[in-house]
């Protein structure tokens, strides 16, 4: 393990063996702790910060469940579930829920464990937390789908609750899975109208913008980011994004307004190239394709401007030009080699989506790239958790905002949290470090203030 042979965090070394396999946490860790190192190394406080990053590591409260369901045919599944609750040091755990085959305690401690971080940039009182289930709603019938929410519902509601802990959604988890697991809420507590879900429909305590708002933010914060150290703007730039879900629709909605030129999407098979830029008429096929039909996208390569290429991401394709990248679809989904090939192509600027989706020896590889302008994700996509902090406020007040003020909130969320990265980052530091010193001071005093 790396972090064995750095100095500076041999006080980590009990709790990396600990946790040997858990390996999507220990990079989480090991990524955020090398970046506090200075704060360790302080001589009035250092000894304080290594305690309160001890104790941070450990989540509060780790729930696991098994989850029980009837499929089409009569037949009993079941999956496992998780809600990890890692730290309620300034609000309640916030964070969302992940179903997907690859859920497991240690991909959720990692989430968990980055929205922490993600939701103390945002300035709004919330913990960090994170659940999900190795369920896979990919070819259930909706009505299977139901079944699954509702039976995970009935074991995790006794968990949650406005003033203690408010999932919300994540890959996965969409309106439809949201709208299932709110109604099952509703029946066992007879309750209706509490925060206790975020990203909910309109029709029942949803805020505007909730859909639009990751992808919205990531924008908003690329944007400010360029302006300040390039002196430019996004008009008639090449972005290529990655993913097809909800961040990178709203992603490349926002870019187009902006003039940018959208080259790519993506999913697990492979990517769309629209040479020449994607037109609004292409992202309305992208939005009925994923939010309607479930479709993947080689089955519209004949409705859209774009060619179909399989196999591939828009970071190991080497005969995409662009000079932007918004990774939008998972973790580590940019490994070292992809780092080489985007840094050779001369990228301007990476700006994270995703949670962790650039591997460490990737993020190194770019932080060495003084010329690049690399956005971490718990800083650049944490619009998406601001809104929902404006759900939660919008839900007690029982009052729903209009759009434009949510516009502007958001827009204010997003560049407060740059200048936060700007201020914390140092002479010689990155934004990413930046943004991870700004959060964790604030977390770590606020535990200090609340008696750890």
Known sequence: MVVYKTPHLNFLQDFMVRYSDQTEFLQAVHEIATSLTPLFDCKAKGEFYQRAFLTLVEPERTIKFKVTWMDDHGKMQINRGWRVEFCSALGPYKGGLRFHPTVNESVLKFLGFEQIFKNALTGLPMG????????????????????FCQS?????YRYIGPSTDVPAGDIGVGGREIGALYGQYKRITNKHGDAVL???????????????????????????????????????KRCAISGSGNVAQYTAEKLL????????????NGMLVFDEGMTKGDLKVIFKAKQEDRARLWSIESKVSGRY????????????????????ATQNEIHADAAKLLIKQGILGVF????????????VLLRNEP???????????????AVSGFEMSQNAEHLTWDIKSIDIKLKKVMTNIYEQMREHKGDKGSLEEGANRAAFVKVATAMLELGW
């Open 352 to 363: 994270e989506g995703a949670n962790m989706p650039t591997a460490l020896e990737a993020q």
């Open 198 to 236: 975020t990203g909910k429909s309109a029709l029942f305590g949803g805020s505007p913008l909730r859909p639009e708002a990751t992808g919205y933010g990531l924008v908003y914060i690329a944007e400010v980011a360029i302006k300040n150290q390039m002196r430019t703007n996004f008009h008639g």
């Open 371 to 385: 010329s690049i302008i690399y956005l971490p994700g718990k800083a650049a996509n944490a619009g998406g958790v």
């Open 257 to 268: 307004e902006l003039a940018a030129k959208v080259i790519t999407m993506s999913d697990s």
């Open 309 to 328: 290429i399989p196999n591939v991401s828009p970071w190991t394709f080497p005969k995409v030009q662009f000079d932007f990248a918004f990774p939008c």
């Open 152 to 156: 995970f519902m009935t074991e995790l």
């Open 128 to 147: 960090g937390g994170k659940g999900g289930s190795d369920f896979d709603p990919k070819g259930k019938s909706d009505a299977e789908v139901t079944r």
